[in-house]
């Protein structure tokens, strides 16, 4: 079983029409999509929910106006300035560690529990998807990105599939680091613009630094071909391979507005790049197919 | 006043608009980049830099002289960043928030904190197209590091509210994108007319809500897509208040950094329009809290 997470760095450099026509593509494989935030794979996939789970993770303070006798312990020693003046909590502050609990004399602070979300075990026309939703506004984006990889990974070993294709979020930070554990590949899908060199750069120096196989994919490539050609010869010189550029097209968005994955939306030549990219994953990962 | 400039899904124009915004009105503006994961705008402002500090967060470290390995730092740390063997007090830097409970609950005062480096805050300056003064801070998390809500707390300590603050808020719905909005006055919602767009932009409109900051929209490429979001606007009663149509030309611009007013000086014009409706919209909301 190969785990591949298809990232970017950037935003809406087209991770998710990518990974939506892997679905189609590949055999054998179960889908998640990691970008917890803001989860648009199943607007592609149509999933039906088998499974519904809620997510508990981390707690908020919560502090009890009878007992409090506005000593101030607590503000005093919360970092995240999360205790109002008058003693209340600010919920979208509290980082949940607990330490005006502990300090306040008159046991007037409880800690709840925090449910942040939900996350859906789902079947597609492609196979199985696991996926989440985290409530606007929480916490805990990692360890709900760690809950749905887990999942997909129980998946993938009950009916030995050989694929967990992983839509991953934008950024560098926390929800792309806990998509990218016990990744076999990583596949970076950048642009040609400053901003995408930029990114590109960024998040490859996270992949580098846990050691996951990287490839690169330019999409849009022919919006600026210098910039095409820069991003080549600057991932050959570090040794990172492009694995294919994909043309700009206006069927992308109109695949988009139909809900239907783009290689299946189309024949044109940014659906056929698609295929030859998913051809040049599966040769990386050795595990070729009968095309 | 505190703009703020946001958008669910990644890619959608957020920092074009923002950038565009900052570049066109005649105000005394500090620009704010608080996507400090992928931080994009100094490509569009290139701002002359003039400061630069590395940001760390405190975070602790045992003494053995002084611990006794009695296992209560491990106990109070909500983020199972401490680990207390038969030998030694293990800390995982990169999962502590910080937070301070350890040092201050430790029996026997044995834990110091040490600075830990997350990023740098960089300040600088450059001219708008008025030719007035605007001044520039972003933060620049370092790879492989996950402390995003800390960093862009710190550069929000750089806020200028003698000033018009423009904020360029990180992608997504959740905590990063909280604390980089929640104390604006305005939140200009950047998005595009597909299913993905109208389904982050909901989730942002609900956040905006919960936490009831005044907002309108703006759609990108409103060319290209349905009429989904338009719909979605009129029936929530949400002012859109730029329509931005889809251009090649634009798009080869944007790929070097060429910022929207400079591509078309129409955009000068439309963006100072947007602000005096920003203005009357928080104008009238201040009217109403004030009663």
């Not at chain 1, 908020?60 to 006798?69: D, L, V």
């Not at chain 2, 124009?13 to 931080?39: M, R, S, W, Y």
């Not at chain 2, 800390?91 to 830990?116: K, M, R």
Request: charged fraction near 20%; proline fraction near 6%.
């Amino acid at each position: 079983m190969k785990t591949i997470v298809v990232i970017s760095g950037k935003g809406g450099t087209g991770k998710t029409v990518i990974c939506a026509s892997f679905a189609v593509l590949a055999q054998n494989k179960v889908l998640v999509d990691c970008d917890v935030d803001a989860a648009d794979l199943h607007l592609l996939l149509h999933p039906e929910i088998q499974q519904r789970h809620v997510f508990q993770k981390g707690q908020t303070a919560r502090i009890n106006p009878k007992q409090c006798t506005r000593c101030g312990q607590c503000r005093e020693h919360c970092r995240f300035q999360a205790i109002s003046p008058d003693f209340h909590v600010d919920k979208l502050a509290c980082e949940g560690c607990g330490l005006c609990a502990r300090v306040c004399p008159a046991g007037a602070v409880s800690m709840e529990e925090n449910t942040c979300g939900e996350w859906f075990l789902s079947g597609t026309a492609y196979g199985p998807l696991v996926h989440a939703d985290l409530y606007p506004g929480e916490e805990n984006s990692g360890k709900l990105v760690a809950q749905v990889r887990e999942a997909a990974q129980q998946e993938a070993e009950r009916f030995n599939l050989d694929y967990v294709i992983v839509d991953g979020s934008p950024g560098i930070g926390c929800p792309v680091i806990a998509s990218l554990s016990g990744a076999d590949l990583a596949l970076i899908v950048t642009e040609p613009t400053l901003s995408g060199i930029h990114d590109l750069e960024r998040v490859l120096a996270v992949t580098r630094h846990f050691g996951i196989p990287t490839r690169v994919i330019i999409n849009k490539y022919d919006l600026n071909e210098v910039n095409t050609l820069k991003i080549e010869a600057d991932q050959r010189s570090q040794g990172v391979d492009v694995l294919g550029r994909i043309p700009f097209s206006t069927l992308v968005p109109e695949s988009i507005v139909r809900g239907v994955p783009l290689v299946e939306h189309s024949q044109n030549e940014a659906a056929q790049a698609i295929r030859d990219i998913w051809r040049a994953v599966e040769a990386c990962l050795g595990q070729s197919s009968p095309v | 006043m505190i703009i703020s400039v946001a958008s669910g899904k990644g890619g959608t124009g957020k920092t074009t608009v923002a950038t565009g915004l900052t570049l066109a009105l005649e105000h005394n503006i500090q620009f704010i980049d608080c996507d400090v994961e992928e931080p994009n705008a100094h490509i569009f402002l290139k701002p002359t830099i003039t400061m630069s500090e590395k940001i760390s967060l405190p975070v602790p470290q045992a003494d053995p002289s002084r611990c006794v390995l009695c296992g209560t730092c491990q106990e109070v740390c909500a983020y199972n960043a401490i680990a207390v063997t038969s030998q030694e007090v293990l800390i995982f830097p990169e999962l502590c928030h910080s937070c301070g409970a350890c040092g201050l609950l430790c029996p026997h005062q044995a834990i110091d904190e040490v600075p830990h480096e997350i990023g740098t805050l960089e300040l600088g300056n450059l001219r708008g197209a008025s030719g007035r003064e605007i001044s520039f801070v972003h933060g620049r998390l370092n790879p492989r590091e996950i402390a995003t809500p800390y960093l862009i707390r710190q550069v929000k300590g750089k806020y200028d509210t003698d000033r018009l603050v423009i904020v360029d808020a990180p992608p997504g719905t959740t905590c990063p994108v909280v604390q980089a909005i929640k104390d604006s006055q305005f939140c200009l919602l950047v998005t595009e007319p597909t299913p993905f767009g109208l389904h982050d932009l909901r989730l942002m409109v609900a956040l905006l809500q919960k936490i009831r900051i005044p907002h309108g929209v703006v759609i990108n490429r409103c060319d290209i897509g349905d009429q989904q979001v338009e719909s979605f606007c009129s029936e929530n009663k949400i002012p859109v208040l730029m329509r931005i149509p889809f251009s090649l030309g634009i798009a080869r611009m944007y790929s070097r950094g060429i910022p929207l007013i400079e591509i078309d000086r129409g955009y000068i014009q439309r963006f100072q329009d947007v602000f005096k409706q920003i203005e009357q919209m928080v104008l009238k909301q201040d009217f109403f809290t004030r009663m």
